[in-house]
Nanobody
């Protein structure tokens, strides 16, 4: 079992920055892939980025490339999403997720989810 808890959301002006954290407890297997998803009001859940727990390889959706950076601290069992140059269209509830093995961009590939943290970007 893996438990995930997000934090760091809030209200920020366009062009600003936020850093989200996802604290993981339980057994974090070295083969895990962790990811960030987001869901805006009235829209479907969207993949944002993922990272392999060991090795640290990353993948981003095109809309956040160059602005967001996903990272992890294995010693702290924590994943991060540094979000810079935020835009109003980044407004959403952001979720972290974990899956065993190599996982992709579909939410159904992930077994564990956090409760979400709200990010609001004002124009």
């Amino acid at each position: 079992q893996v438990q995930l808890v997000e934090s760091g959301g809030g209200l920020v002006q366009a062009g600003g920055s936020l850093r989200l954290s996802c604290a993981a407890s339980g057994r974090i297997f070295s083969e895990n892939t962790l990811a960030w998803f987001r869901q805006a009001p009235g829209k479907e859940r969207e993949f944002v980025a993922n990272i392999r727990w060991i090795g640290g390889s990353t993948y981003y959706v095109d809309s956040v490339k160059g602005r967001f950076t996903i990272s992890r601290d294995n010693a702290k069992n924590t994943m991060y999403l540094q979000m810079n140059s935020l835009k109003p269209e980044d407004t959403a509830v952001y979720y972290c997720a974990a899956g065993l093995g190599l996982r992709g961009v579909a939410g159904r590939e992930y077994d564990y989810w956090g409760q979400g943290t709200q990010v609001t970007v004002s124009s």
